[in-house]
């Protein structure tokens, strides 16, 4: 891989992991709201 691409490729997962805590936040709320 170039370095650009590896770096893209971090940026995206990053993202993708802060999305899934925000999820897994939003969905634990849900739970106790229930």
């Given at each position: 891989?170039?370095?650009?691409?590896?770096?893209?490729?971090?940026?995206?997962?990053?993202?993708l992991d802060e999305i899934e805590r925000e999820l897994s936040q939003w969905y634990g709320n849900r739970r106790l709201a229930l």
């Open positions: 891989l170039l370095a650009a691409d590896a770096e893209s490729i971090r940026e995206a997962i990053a993202i």
